[in-house]
């Protein structure tokens, strides 16, 4: 797969935003073998694991399993940086990105999109397809609305309101985050830019 200069110097902005903007850091306890890859053997003060995200080249089959339980493909961005590399769920201020752990394919990624059955069944019919949360505790997911597909296949971000899904099985769009995925990235790399975080 051949990245052209624009697409790898967003994704290396985009990656290199996390740092910025979260601490970066796993608690001990439970961590599974794919998170502990991530980690440096560094700790902080404390005690919690300091990670990194990796570049791990995965072959674009390993889209084919996750593509077959989604009402449509991901955006071409997300597509790149999920079969570029792999990370622990980061907090990027406005919203957190749910981890894409190591492993031979992608089912870590599919396993945390689906990890809550009550937002998947209601998400996917609705053509929204999650691939993150609120920031810090918000448990709303930030989505992919699959119905505003642009020429470029790329999808508004929409964060959707978890407890009217729960409660009364409605979507409700709280905000748009982003007109596209790719303008969400040049967002976040911007926002890391102005951060004061070390």
């Not at 997300?78 to 190591?102: F, G, H, K, M, T």
Request: charged share 25%.
């Amino acid at each position: 797969m051949k990245i052209r200069d624009y697409e790898q110097k967003l994704l290396k902005g985009y990656i290199g935003a996390f740092a910025k903007l979260d601490e970066m850091a796993l608690i001990d306890h439970g961590l599974s073998l794919p998170e502990l890859q991530l980690t440096t053997g560094e700790v902080d003060q404390y005690d919690r694991k300091i990670w990194r995200p990796m570049q791990i080249q995965t072959d674009p089959s390993a889209l084919e399993p996750v593509y077959a339980k989604l009402p449509a493909r991901f955006p071409p961005f997300y597509e790149l940086l999920v079969l570029s590399y792999r990370w622990a769920e980061v907090d990027l201020q406005s919203y957190r990105l749910l981890a894409n752990p190591p492993g031979p394919d992608l089912s870590g990624l599919l396993g945390k999109m689906t990890g809550d059955p009550g937002l998947w069944s209601a998400l996917i019919p609705a053509g929204l397809i999650q691939f993150g949360r609120g920031p810090d505790v918000d448990y709303d997911p930030v989505c992919f609305d699959v119905r505003s597909r642009s020429k470029r296949r790329d999808y508004r971000i929409v964060k959707i309101d978890h407890e009217e899904i729960l409660c009364h099985n409605r979507i409700k769009i709280i905000s748009e985050l982003a007109p596209s995925f790719e303008v969400l990235m040049l967002n976040t790399i911007e926002q890391a830019g102005s951060s004061r975080q070390v």
